[in-house]
């Protein structure tokens, strides 16, 4: 059957929100948003592509992860496994470095989280050392209320120094920076990120903040009669697609709020800030709910997200592996730690996959969020027991808006030692952002959207 968009004469504007005491709803992308008559061909033509990086602690079980045939061929590794469903959409790079420059010691952790979207080490940290996320946000978010969203699941504490060699606590703690003295705060409570997104009191205080959450508990009880309002203007596929929206926001909020009691109640040997939910499982469900509503609604279209800082001691009962990560990434070579490792990574995977099935359920204008989206999900060393710079474990997903042709295991050649900043390079230019280099960049990747064969490339 004929799907048959009708186009009107008018078009709901793209930056309606509707707005309550003190608050603010974002709307998704509508057909009713869709510019009438000749518009509409340039909309479908030219849809919104975004930028989501996901980051990874501790390096990785490269056995585990990496594919062992390349090309179209490849088959999904034990780390991996959880993005079978998505594996049309799925490129897995492989040769990719980030190599250190004469004379750097030290701070391994802090350089791997670092040059994960700078490709600079912090022992070589200059004016230029700008990370690809900052780089596109200052660009794509002069169309968007949020240039950019940095998020996390572990607080962060920048004083005093984490690494060896003396390196300050923000290498480790952030991957994304505005300028080389400016590392962005990964913001771990829901709550903060909510109210980020969808506005609050005018007021910071505290006190102002909690008497707003008792007179209104829910954004959405505010904005109630513009809904209704909304709605009635809206033809059926509209009204199915707010009313599905509008459940993913209330069930944010309740989870938040369920957070917030259960925070009330605990008394923690540690102070745990209000509405970070104490399962590390809902705590990341949450932060990539949050995130999905961001770029559903348009609010930003660059994330950044770490579901560890590195050196994290998190343990991981939930999947029987009580051992603190950073010490159990040590592994030496033994057999019952990389199999507690590949646990961790192939976890870390299946909290993402489950990001990634939202995406491509969500509608984004002629296709899903998923379609437009290019995510980088990866870590800043491949090996951990030798915090190895080289060989990166780097995988991207998503469409980009037809710029990605998915479905392959990427191979760049050893002798080559292709740096990671060719990446970002690539990645750029694909989010309408063209740079001429970074970092030690040699040139862009011209394969991310050209189906090759299964054999061995050859160079860029």
Not at 405 to 432: E, Q, S
Request: glycine share 8%; aromatic share 6%.
């Amino acid at each position: 059957m004929t799907m048959v968009r009708i186009i009107g004469k008018k078009a709901i504007p793209r930056r309606t929100v509707l707005r309550g005491l003190g608050a603010s709803l974002a709307l998704p992308l509508l057909d009713g948003m869709v510019p009438a008559l000749s518009a509409l061909s340039t909309t479908a033509a030219n849809p919104t592509v975004r930028f989501a990086a996901v980051y990874v602690p501790n390096g990785m079980v490269m056995q585990n992860w990496t594919p062992a045939t390349e090309g179209a061929a490849f088959e999904l590794t034990p780390i991996l496994q959880p993005l079978a469903p998505f594996r049309d959409r799925l490129l897995v790079l492989s040769g990719l470095n980030c190599t250190p420059p004469p004379g750097v010691r030290g701070g391994t952790h802090s350089r791997a989280a670092t040059r994960f979207l700078t490709d600079v080490h912090p022992g070589a940290w200059n004016p230029q050392a700008i990370s690809m996320d900052q780089i596109a946000a200052r660009e794509l978010g002069r169309h968007t209320p949020l240039a950019s969203l940095e998020l996390g699941l572990e607080g962060a504490n920048f004083a005093g120094s984490c690494d060896s060699g003396g390196f300050s606590c923000a290498f480790s703690y952030t991957i994304s920076w505005s300028s080389a003295s400016t590392p962005l705060p990964m913001e771990h409570n829901p709550r903060a990120v909510f109210e980020r997104l969808f506005g609050d009191t005018e007021t910071t205080d505290p006190v102002a903040r909690q008497a707003r959450m008792r007179e209104q508990r829910s954004i959405l009880d505010s904005v109630s009669e513009d809904v209704a309002r909304l709605q009635r203007s809206l033809g059926p596929s509209d009204r199915l697609k707010l009313g599905a929206y509008l459940d993913a926001v209330r069930d944010v909020e309740r989870r938040i709020e369920i957070a917030e009691a259960q925070g009330a109640r605990e008394v923690p040997l540690l102070a745990r800030p209000m509405g970070v939910p104490a399962s590390f499982a809902e705590h990341a469900s949450l932060m990539y709910d949050l995130q999905l509503l961001a770029h559903q609604t348009d609010r930003t279209r660059v994330t950044s997200f770490m579901s560890g800082h590195e050196l994290s001691g998190r343990t991981y009962p939930e999947i029987d592996v009580p051992d603190a990560h950073h010490p159990l990434s040590h592994h030496r070579g033994v057999t019952e730690a990389l199999a507690k490792l590949t646990k961790i990574n192939t976890y870390h995977v299946t909290l993402f996959a489950s990001f990634v099935e939202k995406l491509r359920s969500t509608p984004d204008g002629d296709g899903s969020l998923l379609d437009h989206m290019i995510l980088m999900y990866g870590a800043g060393m491949s090996d951990s027991n030798s915090h190895s710079p080289y060989n990166l474990p780097i995988l991207l997903l998503g469409g980009g808006a037809g710029q990605l042709a998915g479905g392959r295991h990427l191979v760049y050649p050893d002798r080559d030692r292709t740096p990671l900043a060719n990446l970002h390079v690539t990645l750029l230019d694909k989010l309408g952002v063209p740079v001429e280099r970074m970092g030690d960049s040699t040139g862009p990747l011209t394969n991310l959207s050209i189906a090759q064969g299964a054999g061995r490339l050859s160079g860029l």
